[in-house]
């Protein structure tokens, strides 16, 4: 049975559209416009036990909204959804024990507090046996390496520290699921590839279903093997990662050093140049052009250093991004 079940899940947003000037503010008084923004729009996918899913998208694709549809933070216009067995929106005691959600640019723990206090009050909340709590207190302390500041009051912390903090509260009742929302957002590239390593861990020992959504593609990368690409509210693609890159990853990069310069005139003919210095150039080659085209290029040109570079994962979700959206037609508003 599938941890997440969703079937044509619609969120619709509607606001009121305000004219400048005065006479156009009166006229609000009476009669205003409604704009309808649809966020999610007729979603559907499964979620099995035991996954890391990445949801990708840009700025206002739906990623966020459909966080908060499945944890039942938010209500849908139309569509249904089943999360560890519950509709999520109805917010049972019973189904809001079995998840977690963390939100990178929010903090749920109390902020004059000391972590250990909020712990504890989570304790409370979840009504978690004091042998069980002591137990998963120092289990998660010791994995997310917080013995030493877990009396430090939270706004003393380094944004990393209280991240750690952050997961280590919302993990103290076990959940089975857990949404992340930007969990490494603003931090340093040092505390992104902790917090990785120790979700990534938390995830082998235990088995938790991890739903992710992030800019940084090295969360992504890190920790997901399977992505739902969502735009404009819709999913566009749902598969691995790998099979995202090789689909789309039409090319590699040459990149080349050279013991002389080399005029830009010379390296035509091996492919599309997207560098040309005097000493060094890239050339972008099909993948299936490559050994040939390097062959070619150490023959015919002073090459004194040659390397292949894949395109990134980050590279092509950004490519696909900027292809829909110079797409005409691409769905925005609904009036």
Not at 131 to 141: C, N, P, S, V
Not at 155 to 170: A, D, N
Not at 183 to 190: E, M, S, Y
Not at 293 to 307: F, Q
Request: glycine share 6%.
């Amino acid at each position: 049975m599938p941890v997440i079940t969703a079937d044509q899940l619609t969120r619709v947003f509607t606001t009121f559209r305000k004219q400048e000037g005065l006479a156009a503010s009166v006229r609000s008084f009476v009669r205003r416009d409604k704009v309808a923004k649809t966020a999610v729009d007729h979603i559907s996918f499964r979620i099995e036990a035991g996954e890391a899913v990445g949801f990708l998208g840009p700025n206002g694709a739906g990623k966020t909204t459909t966080l908060k549809l499945l944890s039942g933070i938010l209500h849908p216009t139309s569509g249904v959804a089943e999360v560890l067995g519950h509709t999520p929106w109805r917010r049972e005691g019973a189904f809001q024990r079995r998840f977690a959600l963390v939100m990178g640019q929010k903090n749920q723990l109390w902020w004059d507090l000391p972590a250990r206090d909020s712990f504890v009050l989570n304790r409370d909340i979840y009504q978690i046996p004091e042998g069980q709590f002591r137990d998963k207190l120092a289990e998660l302390t010791g994995l997310f390496d917080l013995t030493d500041i877990a009396d430090e009051p939270l706004r003393k912390l380094s944004l990393g520290q209280r991240m750690k903090c952050e997961l280590v509260g919302s993990l103290l009742h076990s959940p089975e699921l857990l949404f992340l929302d930007e969990p490494t957002i603003g931090l340093d590239v040092v505390a992104q590839r902790r917090i990785r390593e120790y979700l990534r861990e938390y995830n082998r020992r235990t088995g938790i279903t991890i739903i992710l959504t992030s800019h940084n593609m090295q969360d992504i990368e890190e920790l997901c093997r399977r992505v739902l690409l969502i735009d404009h509210g819709r999913i566009v693609y749902d598969d691995t990662l790998q099979k995202l890159v090789e689909e789309h990853a039409t090319h590699k990069l040459i990149r080349l050093r050279f013991d002389r310069p080399v005029a830009p005139a010379e390296l035509d003919g091996f492919g599309a140049v997207e560098q040309a210095e005097e000493w060094r150039a890239s050339i972008r080659v099909p993948r299936a052009e490559v050994p040939p085209v390097a062959s070619a290029l150490l023959s015919k040109l002073p090459v004194a250093d040659l390397a292949i570079q894949e395109i990134t994962a980050e590279q092509v979700l950004r490519q696909l991004i900027s292809d829909r959206a110079e797409t005409p037609g691409a769905p925005e508003e609904a009036e």
